[in-house]
């Protein structure tokens, strides 16, 4: 399932109803990618061709190993949370049990470590329809301009994703927690060592590494950035030492 992160991460798969167009499939895929969840699954889906193929770049393999039904119920069976998503808080808002959630509510409430959530998401011409949100028990509306509340199937499924992939704690998002104080100095240390070696000395190497702390601490150097410069950093240090010997 999800790549990486599963431990902290319920388990979310992206249910499309009757898409009517493979490039949305495609662009879902992707968008699926970028964020982390592989899981696609498509009630009675058009024909997927190399449209599709194409749009989905980084989501192809998701787009592969999609999995097809011929009714909402059967896609959703053994979830916890069934969540529909709709631009309209309107004239469907009294078949939702609640009022919608935005997506940064929603996650707020569902980012629990083993729950099964399905994010449901309807046809381009006409969205989910009113036997289709019952089977719902939770509800999206992602807030937008008021005359303009219709999103792109794929650009609302990359929302919602997106404000799921912030609610992941950072720990959890491998190789992307920020470079801690220990490291920090560490790069200090050795950025130091490399100014000697090229001959900076007093006033001027001070004035160096104090620049250099600035650039570094604002650059937000994630902790597998932090082990890179330091390889870079090793090798050059050790090139000026053999050549000095
Ligand atoms: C082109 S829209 C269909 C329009 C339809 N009036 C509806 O119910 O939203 C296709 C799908 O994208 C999603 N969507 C579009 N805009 C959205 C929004 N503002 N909030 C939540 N989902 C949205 C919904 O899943 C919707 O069924």
Known sequence: MQQGSEARRPHVSVVLVEPQYEGNIGFTARAMANFGIRDLRIVNPPPIGD??????????????????????????????????????????AHLFRRIPYTPQEFWDHF??????????????????????LNL??????????PGHPVMNLSHAV????????????RAARRGTEPMNDIQFNALMERTG???????????????TLVMLRRIFARSMITDAEFFKI???LRHIINRIEEGEN
């Open 193 to 207: 060592y490399l100014l000697d070696l090229v001959g900076y000395r007093g006033g001027r190497k001070e004035n």
């Open 158 to 169: 990359a929302v919602i994703l997106y404000e799921m992939y912030r609610h992941v704690p």
């Open 230 to 232: 330091m390889g870079i």
């Open 111 to 132: 980012m629990e470590e083993g729950v099964r959530i399905a994010l449901v998401f309807g046809r381009e011409a006409d969205g989910l329809r009113n036997e289709e």
């Open 51 to 92: 449209e599709a193929v194409s749009r989905a770049m980084a989501g192809r393999e998701i787009l592969e190993k999609a999995t097809f039904f011929t009714g909402l119920q059967e896609a959703v069976t053994g979830f916890h949370v069934v969540a529909g998503t709709s631009s309209d808080t309107g004239s469907k």
């Open 136 to 145: 719902c028990n939770a509800f999206i509306n992602i807030p937008t301009d």
